[in-house]
């Protein structure tokens, strides 16, 4: 490698000395005028499940809860939803561990809510579930996504519907699979993505986020996450300042919801991965439900306990359906697109139809025992609930001045108003929720399996983090990757990378960088001399600002651990990846 080349390699990374001298260890934040929230709630915590339909999870309540638009027990799907003569499976009570994941992706979805490759049908048949499990030729496939749970076995939900808000009209933001959905919750678009797309997985997906409207009017955010934050995925969530906002659940949640410090909005992660020490508790097939709901009562429990409690709101929901059967018509009409940008090739994919319904509750000492939210009142004839819901009530809810993040949650319907139903918040929640005694699984983890495709897209992002990304095995690097392997992986990158965060805080970087590690830095400073630092800076046009690898300092003389992690200025492309 010439030494021209590597200079223009180190024209992206101007690196600044942890060590140097002049370091200010001043908290770099701007003082800002204190926002104020005029309503009730002052913290909405939003905590996002996966892959289950409202049916599924909740269809069986509407036996001991008839407001509630749930199964009568009579629908079914035949396996071929063009003939009617063909064998039909009925809905069923009896769900209890299912093992393999129902398909979901955009072709899967369109199967199971059109019956077939045409969408154009309205209102949407909801008859294709079983076709399409037929198809993945799984064994029993087609009664599982059929079938639901017993509201006895989901006693967390049932209490839960019971006290407080179940929203049975809201739907996934898109027929696809878990990633677009997240999107839609913090951002109101997925800026295109229909499925996983990498180049935007490692580069962090660039839309405008509502935690970036928050920090605009002042108010605060805090994401608690278990394995690795989904949230990374958005690049503006990966800026300097932003570090300090990812907190440990473990660690942090129960902390400072006792000392009353929550945030303004609260996102909660939950364990992705399944491994023998800590299960996963996502819900996600083939996780064990009981754990999802030990998980969902021990979120309930901390904010019931908390000292802002009488302000606070809690929204439970699922990113989207799973492949599980739904009997209410996916909205197909007068949906927008967010942004004008379309789906990747061969679907090119409109986002203009909504995705399944999905179980949602909302829960908040302002809402009374046993209400039962349906479909929004506006703002437009066609609007609805949908995750874009969450940014565009997070907007009316704290009165912020920013705009609407995208046309989706302009459109989309908004519940602040069940908020001020009440003059005074209710003295009567329950303290505790039901214990989960029964596993509904009848084994613990495979920790030896493969990663699922949302777990592959997790271990892409943590690859991003620590650097990897630009090893030739990567977008591969998760196929060698058991599920215990790749839960270690992801871990120690989200240890690392929020480390260096904190350390180039410290350090006084500018708090709008973006961090962005760098692999094998060391190696191209090899070769530069004693005053390379003083050469970059003079060449460089963009502020860097990085903490020394064990190897480079090792070459310049110096002694500190940190990791390896350079910092990149918000919006200035990386080039980093061609270059190396
Ligand atoms: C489903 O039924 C239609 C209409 O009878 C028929 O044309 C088609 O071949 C059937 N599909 C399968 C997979 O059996
Ligand atoms: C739908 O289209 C795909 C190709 O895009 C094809 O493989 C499949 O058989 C079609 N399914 C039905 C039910 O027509
Ligand atoms: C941080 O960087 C931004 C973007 O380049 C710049 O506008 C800002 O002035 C910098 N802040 C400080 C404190 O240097
Ligand atoms: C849910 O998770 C899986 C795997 O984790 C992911 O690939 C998919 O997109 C989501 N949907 C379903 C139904 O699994």
């Known amino acids: 490698m010439g030494l021209f080349r590597r200079t223009r390699i180190l024209f992206f990374i101007f690196v600044y000395l942890l060590l140097s001298s002049s370091v200010s260890h001043s908290f770099p934040f701007p003082k800002r005028h204190k926002h104020k929230i005029e309503g009730p709630i002052k913290t909405l915590v939003v905590l996002v499940m996966e892959n289950r339909s409202f049916d599924h999870m909740l269809g069986w309540l509407k036996k001991i809860r008839p407001d509630i638009d749930g199964l009568s027990g009579s629908e079914f799907n035949r396996i071929n939803a063009s003939d009617p003569t063909s064998r039909a499976v009925s809905v069923s009570d009896d769900?209890?561990?299912?093992?393999?994941?129902?398909?979901?992706?955009?072709?899967?979805?369109?199967?199971q809510i059109f019956g077939c490759n045409e969408s154009s049908a309205n209102p949407a048949p909801m008859n294709g579930f079983v076709q399409q499990a037929e198809s993945m030729g799984v064994e029993g496939m087609s009664k599982n996504v059929m079938s639901g749970f017993k509201p006895d076995l989901l006693p967390v939900y049932t209490e839960l519907a019971n006290e407080f808000a179940v929203m049975d009209r809201w739907f996934a933001s898109v027929p696809a699979s878990t990633q677009p959905n997240r999107f839609y919750v913090h951002s109101a678009t997925s800026h295109g993505a229909s499925s996983n797309v990498r180049k935007d997985l490692i580069h962090g997906f660039p839309q405008k986020t509502i935690f970036d409207s928050l920090d605009e009017n002042g108010l605060t955010f805090g994401i608690y996450y278990q394995n690795i934050p989904a949230t990374l995925f958005f690049k503006s969530l990966r800026k300097l300042k932003h570090i300090i906002k990812f907190h440990d659940y473990k660690l942090k949640f129960k902390l400072h919801a006792k000392m009353g410090k929550l945030p303004n909005?609260?996102?909660?992660?939950?364990?992705?991965?399944?491994?023998?020490?800590?299960?996963?508790?996502?819900?996600?097939?083939?996780h064990d439900v009981a754990l999802g709901q030990r998980f969902v009562k021990d979120v309930y429990e901390t904010l019931r306990a908390s000292p802002q409690w009488k302000e606070m709101a809690l929204l439970i929901t699922y990113d989207e359906h799973g492949g599980f059967y739904d009997h209410v018509p996916t909205p197909v009409s007068g949906v927008p697109n967010p942004d004008g940008i379309i789906g990747p090739d061969p679907y090119y994919f409109p986002f203009d139809r909504l995705g399944v319904r999905v179980p949602t509750f909302l829960i908040s000492p302002w809402i009374d025992k046993g209400t039962v939210i349906h479909k929004p009142s506006g703002p437009t004839p066609s609007s609805q609930f949908e995750h874009s819901s969450i940014a565009a009530t997070v907007k009316k809810l704290f009165n912020l001045q920013s705009n609407f993040?995208?046309?989706?949650?302009?459109?989309?319907?908004?519940?602040?108003?069940?908020?001020?139903?009440?003059?005074?918040?209710?003295?009567?929640?329950?303290?505790k929720l039901p214990e989960v005694k029964t596993t509904l699984r009848p084994r613990g983890p495979k920790e030896d399996v493969e990663l699922s495709e949302f777990q592959m897209e997790l271990i892409q992002l943590a690859s991003q983090l620590n650097g990897d990304y630009i090893l030739n095995s990567y977008p591969d690097i998760g196929r060698q990757m058991s599920v215990g392997m790749a839960n270690r992986y992801a871990e120690d990158a989200v240890k690392r990378f929020l480390e260096a965060g904190r350390a180039a805080l410290r350090a006084g970087a500018n708090e709008t960088a973006l961090v962005t590690k760098i692999y094998g830095i060391e190696n191209l400073l090899f070769g530069f001399g004693k005053?390379?630092?003083?050469?970059?800076?003079?060449?460089v046009k963009i502020d860097l600002i990085g903490v020394i690898s064990k190897g480079a300092c090792n070459f310049l003389d110096m002694t500190p651990r940190l990791p390896l992690v350079a910092f990149e200025e918000f919006d200035k492309s990386f080039g980093v990846k061609s270059e190396v």
Do not use: M
């Not at 909660?268 to 996600?284: G, S, W």
């Not at 302009?410 to 918040?425: I, N, S, V």
């Not at 005053?531 to 060449?539: A, E, F, S, T, V």
């Open 531 to 539: 005053n390379w630092l003083k050469d970059i800076k003079n060449r």
């Open 95 to 111: 769900a209890f561990f299912i093992d393999s994941d129902p398909g979901h992706s955009i072709q899967a979805i369109r199967e």
């Open 265 to 286: 909005y609260v996102v909660i992660e939950q364990r992705y991965f399944d491994v023998d020490l800590f299960p996963a508790n996502d819900d996600h097939p083939s």
């Open 405 to 431: 993040l995208t046309k989706r949650d302009a459109w989309a319907g908004t519940f602040e108003k069940y908020f001020y139903l009440r003059d005074t918040p209710r003295e009567d929640c329950p303290e």
